[in-house]
C-alpha cells in the first residue's frame, strides 16, 4: 500500500448549518455568491446566505446550467476582475460547485481556461472556494474534481488538482427539501455507481478500503429499499453522508480504480443531454456483464457482503440493475432520446480524448465499449 491522502475541506453537516460559512471567511474578503437556475430562491437557502453574509461585501452570478459550461463560467471571470472577488461561494448542487472550480483556476489563468480542463496546462493557484451544498451525488463539494463542458464542440472532460478543494463545504440536509424525485435517484444512483468505480476492480491488500466501500453500498442499497420514506429528514441526511464519503478519497486511496462507467457516461451527456446519473445507470451494469470474468473476484466479495448472494456474477449485475429501478431509472438506453449514431459519437468521442483503453488495467477497449453500448441499447 501506497499512497497520499490529503482531504482539506472542512465539512459543516446538519440543520442550520449554513451560518457556519462566517467563521471561514474573513471579513476583508470580497465573496462571489455563485448559483444555478433558482432552486436556492424557492427553499430559504439563498436567505440564509444573504443573512450570513450580511456584514460581508458580495456580489451574486447565477444561471450556471447542469452540466455547467465554459461558455457560461467565462462570463463570471469577467465579475471577478472587475469587482477584485478574492473568495468565491458556490451554493447549488455538483454543476455549481464544478462551474466554480473552474471559475477560480481559469480566473488565475492567464489563456484560454479550457487548457486547464484538457490538461494542456496543470492548475497551479486557484481563487478561494467554499461551497454550501443543496444536492448530493457527485461528492463534489469535498473533492479536487470538477467536470466541465464545452458546448461549442460538445465536449465534457474531467479535471483535478489539489489547489480545487473547497476550504469548507456545509451539508445541511434541509436544503434538500425542495429536490425532486428526479434528482434524488440520481443523487443515490451517482453514488452507489462512485464507490462501485472505486471497488469493483481487482482484489486488494487493504483492510480499510473494501470494508468501507461495502458500508457505503449497503447504505445506499437500504435508502433504494426504503425509496417511500425519501421526504423523510433521516434519509434525506444519510444520503448527503453516504454521497459525501463515496468521492472524497477516503476509498479509493491506494486501491485500483475504473471510472469507465463514467468516461462512457460522460460522452453520452455530451451527445444527448442525458441526465450524469442515468447514464451511469445505463452503462454500469453491461460493462460489468461485458467485463464479468476480469472483475469476477470483486463481483463476487460484493455479492457476498453486500447482497449475501454466493457465487453468481449474474445475479449481483441483476441485483445493481433492481436498485436503480427501485427509484425510478431506466437502464435502457433506448428509452432515452438517441440516435442512430450514438455508438460512433462515443467511441470517436473517447478516441478523441486518448481514452482508447479504459478501466482499472486499460482493458476496456473501444470494441468493448462498442459491445457494451449494443447490450445498453438491446437490454429491452
Ligand atoms: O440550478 P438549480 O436551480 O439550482 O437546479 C438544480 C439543477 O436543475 C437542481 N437542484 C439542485 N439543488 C436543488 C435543486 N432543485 C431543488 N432543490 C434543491 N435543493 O438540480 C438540478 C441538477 O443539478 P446538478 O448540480 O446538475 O446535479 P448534480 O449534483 O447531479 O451534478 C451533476 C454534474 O456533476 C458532474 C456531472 O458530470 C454533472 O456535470 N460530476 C462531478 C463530479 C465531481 N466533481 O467530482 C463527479 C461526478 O461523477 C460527476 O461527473
Ligand atoms: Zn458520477
Known sequence: M??????PTAIEFGEGKIYSITKYIDKSKRILVVYGGGSIKGNGVYDQVDGALEEYTWFEFSGVEPNPSIETMNKAIQIIKEKKIDFVLAVGGGSVIDGCKYLVSAALYDGDGWDLVDGTQQVKKAIDLGVILTLPATGSESNGGSVMTKKKTKEKRAFMSPHLYPKFAVLDPLTMITLDDRQLANGLVDAFVHTCEQYITYPNTSLVNDGYAETLLKGLVALADSWDRRS?????????WLANQALNGLIGAGVPQDWATHMIGHELTAFYGIDH?????????????VMQKEKAEKIALMGQNVFGIANDSEAVI??????????????NLNDYEIDNKVIANVTNGLKEKNMSTLGEKGE???????????????NL
Open 2 to 7: 501506497k499512497f497520499t491522502y490529503h482531504n
Open 232 to 240: 423523510e429528514t433521516v434519509w434525506q441526511e444519510n444520503l448527503m
Open 277 to 289: 446519473a442515468r447514464t451511469l445507470a445505463i452503462v454500469q451494469p453491461q460493462l460489468l456483464r
Open 318 to 331: 441483476v441485483e445493481i440493475e433492481n436498485i436503480f429501478k427501485k427509484v425510478g431509472i431506466s437502464t
Open 364 to 378: 476496456i477497449t473501444l470494441k468493448k465499449v462498442t459491445e457494451i453500448l449494443t447490450k445498453t441499447i438491446k
